[in-house]
């Protein structure tokens, strides 16, 4: 099994920052990409950006420029630096891990922007 646990959600206003935390823990022999969704209510669950175990990068239009995903493979945890944020940043996001070639989730973590 694989656990995926997020943390470093919160209240915020709008402008600043926070950075969420995914640690993955188990039976992760062979972790290979981390990343972020988020979901917003009353919306579907939109990607927001991906890392692989080599550095390569990608982000969701909405966020390039804003957020930043890096990872600890010594610690097998991914981050999400999430600047100038904005009240549609408001979302639970969710860590997903793939693991020899399955995917897992975490809980979730609310972000909540307030104008």
């Known amino acids: 099994q694989v656990q995926l646990v997020e943390s470093g959600g919160g209240l915020v206003q709008a402008g600043g920052s926070l950075r969420l935390s995914c640690a993955a823990s188990?039976?992760?022999?062979?972790?290979?990409?981390m990343g972020w969704h988020r979901q917003a209510p009353g919306k579907q669950r939109e990607w927001v950006a991906t890392?692989?175990?080599?550095?390569?990068?990608a982000y969701a239009e909405s966020v390039e420029g804003r957020f930043t995903v890096s990872r600890d493979n010594g610690k097998n945890t991914v981050y999400l630096q999430m600047n100038s944020l904005k009240p549609e940043d408001t979302a639970v996001y969710y860590c997903?891990?793939?693991?020899?070639?399955?995917?897992?989730w975490g809980r979730g973590t609310q972000v909540t922007v307030s104008s």
């Open positions: 890392i692989t175990s080599g550095g390569t990068t």
């Open positions: 188990g039976n992760i022999f062979g972790l290979n990409v």
């Open positions: 997903k891990s793939r693991v020899r070639g399955y995917d897992y």
